[in-house]
């Protein structure tokens, strides 16, 4: 991660050297917003793949430390999500939304088969922060279980787990071959994560041909489901992980670790990590044009008589009162689109249970009826898990296509809102332009789309008895004879299956509906802030130089001070040009 925590670095620099340039408390203020977004930047990549291909092994290089617990037999069971902290920190949360702080040691107590077997103690997922320097720059590393394992509860744990992650590692070893286990999830896998990285590992078990022969079939299977052979980085995690132990970088490099860093900081600044970082150095350059106009009409300014200022400056004057009445009715537009995709997702989500309700329901009788001979308990048991299944299913696959559907719609209104804020941008300048002739360098100013979707996301446990029976009769009812018992539950499932999509379709809803708001209020900000800052540079301008025309003043000394200024500020923006130029194109 170090080249990318290098670029950012260099951004950083020159954003607190602009913000030495620039004046003015709601300026000031912006800068520090933008910084603030820099900082708060994250990367979340996640590690899939089949219990014993070295996952948590792989993590702990990554992380240079044993920090997840690792063993011979299949461990992790519960997702673990490892971020930054300046402290080593565990929590655990709950299914039922409690969290509580645990010691690192007690880890293995929650996380893993032997210590919290088919998931007894209810955990959602476990959160950690450590002081590692690769997460240092937002990046946060997410283990989960494995597939394919004799614990088949793991298995549902991760499909069932919808992580907005950014990228994902999906790990393969050199034996076994890759299976058809695997190659179904992932498959999965390519409807949530648009980018993956492949790694082989346990390359140090292994000869140089075998591994060739290995990277060739996997290679070739993978490619054959996704229609491109995709790159295979060879490593060993537990060379890579001893290296960064001892510091042996030797080591590291036969590792085969450094080749797969390189892929990731590839991805970090050529593709995730640049729109981001491209959308701060725009908003940077108009920070800089926007200083430069406020000194340039200053300047300008100078040279006129006091009644001609005072002409130019209630012409500007009322040009700015048209463009702040501009500004809210596009502040609001913003409300208004918003309003437009939630009402959208409704109806979506209405016809959605409309159709698959029947559907959902013909799947649990069919399996009632089906269902062998058995005690009522056992029944009762066998028909909570098709119906959560099935419930499950029908709901992840909706989520999936809706969440590329309202991402496309909020695409489209993001790039309605960036052109209404270039073009209100342009007329500042033209206006300026007009009255001062005064002429800036326009920079577009981009509008990055984040949903800021939950990293975390899953079915409602729903399936208590209750759901199927009435509560107060359950005990009751299982005393019933089994062709009774099994047409009252087959005569109550209907009614269930609408009671559970309800509660999950309103659970979705409720996670879009908070993405979009969050979502929205930044590019209101962004709208108003940009909008703000221009019109507060131009309206201070003429302020000082209408002040300076009824004082007593050093003009030439001012003229002298806005010389250095907008030659500094000339500085900054070829720095801040030659970085986008050298490293954040498109």
Request: proline residues 3%.
């Amino acid at each position: 991660m170090q080249n990318y925590s290098e670029l950012k670095n260099l951004i950083r620099r020159e954003l607190n050297s602009l913000r030495g340039l620039i004046s003015g408390e709601a300026a000031t203020q912006e800068m520090d917003a933008l910084l603030e977004k820099l900082d708060s930047d994250s990367f979340n990549l996640a590690v899939l793949g089949q219990f014993k291909r070295g996952k948590t092994t792989f993590i702990n290089a990554l992380l240079g430390d044993n920090v997840l617990p690792t063993a011979v037999v299949p461990l992790t069971s519960i997702i673990t999500a490892i971020r930054y902290g300046s402290a080593p920190k565990t929590t655990v949360i709950y299914l039922d939304g409690r969290s509580e702080a645990i010691e690192p040691s007690q880890l293995g107590d929650y996380v893993t088969e032997r210590g919290n077997p088919k998931n007894a103690r209810r955990v959602g997922h476990v959160e950690i922060e450590y002081p590692s320097d690769y997460l240092k720059e937002g990046v946060t590393i997410i283990d989960t279980p494995g597939i394919g394992s004799t614990f088949l509860h793991n298995t549902e744990v991760t499909y069932n787990f919808l992580s907005k992650v950014d990228a994902a590692v999906f790990m393969l070893s050199v034996d076994p071959p890759v299976s058809e286990v695997e190659l179904k999830f992932l498959e999965d896998v390519r409807k949530h994560v648009k980018k993956l990285f492949f790694v082989l590992n346990k390359v140090d078990n292994a000869s140089a041909a075998e591994v060739s022969e290995s990277i060739a079939f996997n290679g070739g299977v993978i490619g054959e489901k996704m229609g491109a052979e995709p790159k295979v980085c060879p490593l060993s995690a537990r060379q890579a992980l001893e290296a960064k132990l001892k510091g042996d970088p030797e080591l590291l490099r036969k590792s085969g670790y450094t080749d797969f860093e390189f892929e990731l900081e590839y991805f970090l600044t050529r593709e995730k990590g640049n729109v981001l970082l491209r959308t701060i150095v725009d908003r940077a350059l108009g920070f800089v044009e926007a200083r430069r106009l406020s000194l340039a009409i200053e300047k300008k300014t100078r040279e006129l008589s006091a009644r001609a200022l005072e002409e130019k400056a209630a012409l500007f004057n009322a040009e700015l009162e048209r463009f702040l009445r501009d500004k809210e009715a596009n502040v609001h537009l913003v409300e208004w689109d918003v309003d437009s995709i939630i009402k959208t997702l409704d109806e979506d989500s209405g016809k959605f249970k409309k159709e698959m309700a029947p559907v959902v329901a013909r799947q649990v009788e069919e399996f009632i009826d089906g269902y062998p001979r058995s005690g009522n308990r056992e029944f009762l048991n066998a028909v909570k898990g098709r119906l959560y299944q099935a419930v499950s299913d029908a709901c992840d696959a909706w989520r999936v296509r809706e969440e590329e559907k309202i991402a496309r719609l909020y695409a489209e209104k993001a790039k309605a809102h960036a052109e209404r804020l270039d073009e209100f941008v342009r007329r500042i300048e033209k206006a300026s332009f007009d009255i001062f002739n005064v002429e800036v360098k326009h920079y577009s100013l981009g509008c990055t789309v984040d949903l800021h979707t939950p990293l975390f996301y899953g079915i409602d446990a729903f399936m208590e008895e209750g759901m199927l029976l009435d509560t107060t009769a359950t005990a009751l009812n299982l005393l019933l004879p089994p062709p009774l018992f099994r047409a009252q539950v087959r005569g109550a499932m209907r009614e269930k299956v609408e009671r559970s999509l309800d509660m999950n379709l309103g659970k979705i809803r409720y996670a879009f509906l908070e993405s979009l708001l969050k979502s929205s209020k930044g590019m209101k900000a962004s709208y108003e802030s940009v909008a703000d800052t221009l019109i507060a540079s131009v309206r201070s301008a003429i302020e000082r130089a209408q002040a300076k025309k009824s004082m007593s003043v050093d003009v030439g000394k001012r003229s002298a001070e806005i010389g250095r200024l907008l030659a500094a500020l000339d500085e900054q923006r070829k720095r801040l040009e030659a970085i986008e130029l050298s490293y954040l194109q498109p």
